[in-house]
Nanobody, 127 residues
Framework: QEQLAESGGGSVQAGGSLTLSCAIS????????MGWFRQAPGKERERVAT????????IYAASVKGRFTISQDNSESTLYLQMNNLEPEDTGSYYC????????????????????WGKGTLVTVSS
């Protein structure tokens, strides 16, 4: 059974950095995409960054572009989110997720189209 487990969250001051990790296990197929989402208190879950497995294309939300970087290790067992120059607005629970199967067309920015989710890790940025 496919499983995702996030780690690396914590508290940091504005301008600081954090790296989130997502351990990937139990997959017998390559998903169409892998990504990071976040949910702030009282707000809907939103896409932060997406990695498309077939092309290695990386797509970022406008609010994090230039500050966050999504990557995967060579063994494809861990997905990372490097977060620099953090802002209080980045506070929230961060989730990794995968969607679809290799080659399947999917809107990977849509929360509802992602199949497998981790339980999340909390990031708090203070001003």
């Amino acid at each position: 059974q496919e499983q995702l487990a996030e780690s690396g969250g914590g508290s940091v001051q504005a301008g600081g950095s954090l790296t989130l990790s997502c351990a990937i296990s139990g997959y017998t197929f390559t998903p169409t995409c892998m990504g990071w989402f976040r949910q702030a208190p009282g707000k809907e879950r939103e896409r932060v960054a997406t990695l498309y497995t077939s092309t290695a294309d990386k797509i970022y939300a406008a609010s994090v572009k230039g500050r966050f970087t999504i990557s995967q290790d060579n063994s494809e067992s861990t997905l990372y989110l490097q977060m620099n120059n953090l802002e209080p607005e980045d506070t929230g629970s961060y989730y990794c997720a995968t969607g679809g199967r290799f080659g399947e067309r999917l809107n990977c920015a849509n929360v509802r189209e992602m199949d497998v989710w981790g339980k999340g890790t909390l990031v708090t940025v203070s001003s």
